[in-house]
């Protein structure tokens, strides 16, 4: 499968522990997202990455929240001192910025995090 | 008042029905136009991309657009089971996508 992948899938964490999702996106795009939903509501942009730099964070990511692409391809997102709010769905997308008349974003499967 | 707003739902019609889903927006910037569809428990997919007022159609699927009433709309012809899922339209003022600003979904049931 070379769609964007995500790992965990689930994570339950007990509320002041330290959680960290990976987001493998598709080989040659070059941005990565991160978006948070919650149930019923449409997925909130966080931050993204162009290559290895962030280029913009949503005021949504606190200090607790940290995301890096240290090498351009795979993302980390970390969460410090989890909190009950933080329980969410965590969706990753890529796309190729380039070259296109529109660059669509593909979404990976997320990761559903529950603060317990 | 939230930038894009979208009937919730849950919206049920019997196969073969006509779905009219819509989106209501408050930012003129708004250039691009997207709808996804979302299965439980799955990432956003996307179905349908339109830029600027107008229509646009691909295969059973018709999305329009129109900036004078920031009002956008996805039509579904021939509607079926496997269309049940969670629409959330999509938008952004820039080609990059950065500033997406997604609808909170529309959750539909199709009958057989």
């Known amino acids: 499968d070379t769609g964007v992948s995500q790992d965990p899938r689930h994570k339950i964490t007990k509320r002041g522990q330290n959680v960290t999702f990976r987001c493998d996106p598709i080989?040659?795009?070059?941005?990565l997202y991160w978006y948070r939903q919650t149930l019923g509501q449409g997925p909130e942009f966080l931050t993204y990455f162009q290559n290895e730099a962030q280029l913009e964070k949503s005021r949504l990511l606190s200090d607790r929240f940290s995301a890096e692409r240290p090498k351009g391809s795979f993302s980390t997102l970390e969460i410090q001192r989890t909190e009950q709010g933080d329980s969410a769905m965590y969706l990753c997308?890529?796309?190729?910025?380039?070259?296109?008349?529109?660059?669509?974003?593909?979404f990976g499967p997320g990761t559903r995090l529950t603060v317990l | 008042q939230k930038e894009v707003e979208q009937d919730p739902g849950p919206l049920s019609v019997p196969e073969g029905a006509i779905v009219s889903l819509n989106c209501t927006y408050s930012?003129?910037?708004?250039?691009?136009f997207m709808w996804y569809r979302q299965y439980s428990r799955k990432g956003p997919e996307l179905l349908m991309y339109t830029y600027s007022s107008g229509n646009k159609e691909d295969g059973r699927f018709t999305a329009q657009v129109d900036k004078s009433s920031k009002y956008i709309s996805l039509f579904i012809r021939d509607s079926q089971p496997s269309d049940s899922a969670t629409y959330l339209c999509?938008?952004?003022?820039?080609?990059?996508?950065?500033?997406?600003?997604f609808g909170p979904g529309t959750r539909l049931s199709v009958l057989p």
């Open positions: 997308a890529s796309s190729l910025v380039g070259g296109l008349a529109y660059n669509e974003q593909f």
């Open positions: 930012n003129s910037a708004f250039q691009y």
């Open positions: 080989s040659e795009h070059n941005r």
């Open positions: 999509a938008m952004s003022a820039r080609n990059y996508g950065q500033n997406f600003v």
